[in-house]
C-alpha cells in the first residue's frame, strides 16, 4: 500500500480544501503538469501536421501517451481512440453505429445522462429503446436485460459502477449474455477507469468509453474510446487527421485509431493522461482501489448512523456515497459542508435523473473519494454532516 501523505505532496490543493469530488473530476498529479508544461516549453507543435523536429516530437509524445494508456487497459494501441470524454466517446459509438427502423437498443435506468440520452434519441432513426430498471441500491439484474433481447437487438449499453449510488454491475454477466446472441457491449467506464483493475482483453467488451479527468487523474478534457472492432463504427467527423486521400470525386479514411480522431487533437492534455496514468501504475490500482472503498464504506456506515440522513447505495460499494439530510435541499448541505470546513461535495441529481427519479429521490448529495483522501477526512465530513442536521 502506498503512502497516502506522500501522495498528497503531488496535489497543491488539497492543502486548501478537503475535496470529496472526485467523482465529477480528480485533482491533477505535479507529474502530469510537469509533462504538459514540458510540451508547451519545449516543444509544443502540432500533431502529424510537419516534419521539423518540434513536430516530431509532439506526434511522438502523444503516441506514447496513447501506448501508455491502451497498455493499462490491455488493449492495442490501434483500437484505443483518445476523445474529450466520456461523453463524446459514447457519441461517437451512437452516431457512428448506423441504427436502423425497428433496431433495438438495451441501455438501464441507472445510468448517466451521457449513456441514456444518445441511445433515446436513435428513436428519430426509428430505433426502439428498451430500458432495464434498478433496484433501490442501483444494481440491474443481468436476467432481466436477459429476458429483454429480441432478434432484432443491437446492442447493450450499460453504466460499470453507478455514480449515484456506487454499486458495481455485473458487467462480465451482461456481457455474457449478450455475447450468447452475438450483441456487442459498450460500458460506461466513467466511474471505473482508474479506481478498479479492467483488463479489456479479458472483459471482452466491445465498446468501453472512459474520462481521463476522473479516475485517471489526467486533466479535463481528456478521454478515450476503445473499439474491438473499429469497422463496426463510422466516423462521424471528418476532416484533417481522418483523410488519406481525397479528390473530387470522393475521400478514403485513415485506418483506426486516426479515423476518429478528427482535427488538432489535445496534445497537452493526451501527454498529461499519459504521465498520470504512470503515476497511477506506479501506486498500484489494486491499492488505489482498496483505499477509496474503504473510506467510502466507512463514511456510509457512519452516515447511516446520523439521525435524519437517509443514505444511498449497497454496503459493498465503489469509492462513493449519495446521502440527503432531512429537512435539506441538497445545494444546501454541500454550501454548508464548504462554510463550515472547507469541504467539497456534489449536489443535485449528478446528471442521472432516471434512477433517482424511479427511485423516489429528488436529488442528493455526493461525497466522492479518490487516492490521495484520509481517514481524518471522514472524520471531519462526517461531523459536518452532522452539524447541518443542527440549526445554525
Known sequence: MYDVYEVRKDFPVLE??????????TQTPKPAVEAMNDFFYNYGANYGRGAHRLSIAATNAFEDAREIVADFFNAPPENTIMTKNTTESINIV?????????????????????????????????AVVSVADIDPEGFVN??????????????IAVGHISNVFGSIQNIEKIIQIAHKSNIP??????????????????LDCDYFAAAGHKGLLGPQGTGILYIKDPETIQPTVLGGGTTSDADAC????????????AGTPNLPGVIGLGAAVEYLQKLGVKNVEAHENKLARDAAKRLKEIEGVEVYGPENRAGLVSFNVEGLEPHTV????????KICIRSGYHCAMPGQKALGINGSARASFALYNTEEEVDIFVKAVLDTCQPF
Open 16 to 25: 486548501k480544501v478537503i475535496y470529496l469530488d472526485s467523482g465529477a473530476t
Open 94 to 126: 451512437a452516431n457512428g453505429f448506423g441504427f436502423q427502423k425497428d433496431d433495438h437498443i438495451i441501455t438501464t435506468m441507472g445510468e448517466h445522462h451521457s449513456n441514456f440520452v444518445p441511445w433515446l434519441r436513435q428513436k428519430e432513426n426509428g
Open 142 to 155: 443481468p436476467e432481466q436485460i436477459d429476458e429483454m433481447i429480441t432478434d432484432k437487438t443491437k446492442l
Open 185 to 202: 457491449v459498450l460500458v460506461d467506464g466513467a466511474q471505473s477507469a482508474g479506481h478498479m483493475e479492467i483488463d479489456l482483453a479479458a
Open 250 to 261: 470522393g475521400f478514403k479514411t485513415k485506418p483506426a485509431p486516426e479515423r476518429f480522431e
Open 334 to 341: 454541500a454550501m454548508r459542508l464548504d462554510k463550515a470546513e
